[in-house]
């Protein structure tokens, strides 16, 4: 073998080498991706099931919650605490929108957490905090917010059974 034809078949090697190195980190890339997909939905979980778990640490506040508007017996402590329960459970979901909007969130997780939202905005004591708390949050976010709340309105408008029910009437 001549030193020219070493040259090449070791510059042959050598690019082969870089091949298999190059799809060596695809896989590595994508199973990380795997794992981070996996690790935010992990977690978006535990989020959720925190904010689940005020609601049941609190039966005084699941009750206030239930009863929508609350009554005036309310106190300006229990209000706050209300307040902060949403604030809570909607930066939850602003993140999860903004997971969805990056291509983070897997689109099952995201319908699921798309209805949980729609049962929400039901609740007329949710819409009106929204329509004074929705100036802290991220303009995408409440515009999808919004939307999603005027198509609850049109397609539940008060005057029908089911819908005076949800709106308390």
């Known amino acids: 073998m001549t030193l020219e034809q070493f040259a090449t078949f070791t510059t042959i090697l050598a690019s082969l080498a870089v091949i298999v190195s190059l799809i060596f980190v695809g896989i590595q890339l994508r199973q990380n991706s795997v794992a981070t997909r996996m690790m935010?939905?992990?977690?978006?979980?535990?989020?959720?099931?925190?904010?689940?778990g005020?609601?049941?640490d609190h039966p005084?506040?699941?009750e206030i919650f239930a009863t929508s508007p609350p009554s005036d017996t309310v106190s300006p402590g229990d209000r706050?605490?209300?307040g902060n329960i949403f604030a809570a459970t909607f930066r939850h979901m602003e993140m999860l929108h903004m997971h969805q909007r990056y291509g983070i969130h897997e689109k099952e997780m995201w319908q699921a957490s798309e209805a949980r939202l729609k049962e929400r905005i039901a609740l007329p004591i949710i819409?009106?905090?929204w329509e004074t708390s929705k100036h802290s949050y991220s303009p995408s976010f409440v515009t999808y917010v919004d939307t999603q709340i005027g198509e609850w309105l049109h397609n539940n408008p008060p005057g029908t059974k089911e819908a005076d029910i949800i709106w308390g009437l």
């Open 40 to 52: 935010t939905a992990q977690l978006n979980t535990q989020i959720m099931i925190e904010n689940f």
């Open 54 to 56: 005020r609601l049941i």
């Open 60 to 62: 005084d506040i699941a």
């Open 80 to 82: 706050l605490r209300i």
């Open 127 to 129: 819409r009106a905090w």
